[in-house]
């Protein structure tokens, strides 16, 4: 008699490397997939994916009930590499947002290669709080006179040129943060907004539970993109400023 193992009877019609060749195909269209849609796409039970997902040779991870490409597979985020990456697309966007800084505000301005054209179009004069995380941020605001700048240190973080702020982040809960402007390496409809780099999660989700109005700032290339780590909805923003 056959043994019963929990899965169904139709995983013995392809193997695990078969599989996940099937399943590249179909991420790489859409860069995300549901477990339940894998499953079916595969003919095979949830249970046999999720197996096949801790495969040796398995590209995959899986966060929150999605598969994407696992972090190890990418090309690791560079911010050397990326600030000239649609950088007229990445200015545009931070134009738009520049309308939206009031004198006398304290404002969050996140790390990546978008936001540095924030901090150069501040208008200069204008007084202004401004807390960050990321040393290229710093540099730009630090020799203005009208900027208090608060920096939240920690562990260096050279690829992206930010700090890992622990015990740090309690500072944020005693600041009158207005406006937190946002960044991501990708924005999808459903899995939300992501980035490459997991240290800056829960700086992110900080300033976004803290802050009264938080605006999600990224060029086009962005959206539809899942990047590993996960730190907010789609709709938790109070805008989404693209170009």
């Known amino acids: 008699m056959a043994s019963f193992n929990g899965d169904d009877t139709r995983q013995g019609r392809s193997s695990p490397t ?5 399943l590249a195909q179909a991420v790489r269209l859409d860069g995300v997939m549901r477990l339940r849609d894998a499953a079916a796409l595969l003919g095979v039970s ?3 994916v999720r197996r096949d997902l801790k495969h040796p040779l398995s590209p995959f991870a899986y966060l929150g009930g999605y598969i994407v490409a696992a972090p190890d597979t990418e090309t690791p985020y560079s911010i050397d590499t990326e600030k000239d990456v649609h950088a007229r697309a990445k200015a545009k966007a931070c134009a738009k947002a520049l309308s939206l800084v ?6 969050f301005i996140d790390c990546g290669t978008t936001l540095p054209h924030l901090a150069v179009g501040l208008s200069q004069g204008m007084p202004l709080t401004v807390v960050t995380y990321a040393l290229n941020i710093a540099e730009r605001l630090a020799g203005r006179p009208s900027i208090r700048l608060i920096l ?6 050279p690829a992206s040129a930010s700090f890992a702020a622990g015990p740090q982040l309690a500072l944020l809960d005693q600041l009158g943060v207005t406006k937190a402007f946002i960044s991501a390496g990708g ?5 939300g907004a992501t980035c490459s780099n997991f240290h800056e999660v829960p700086v992110k989700q900080k300033a976004l539970a803290v ?10 290339s962005k959206e539809g993109l899942v990047r590993p780590a996960w730190f907010a909805p789609a709709d938790a923003f109070t805008s989404i400023i693209s170009a």
């Open 46 to 48: 949830e249970m046999t």
């Open 152 to 157: 939240l240190g920690g562990v260096y973080e």
């Open 211 to 220: 802050a009264l109005e938080t605006h999600l700032v990224i060029d086009r």
């Open 18 to 22: 078969e599989r996940l060749a099937r």
């Open 102 to 107: 009031r004198p006398d505000e304290t404002i």
């Open 187 to 191: 924005l999808h409809p459903e899995r």
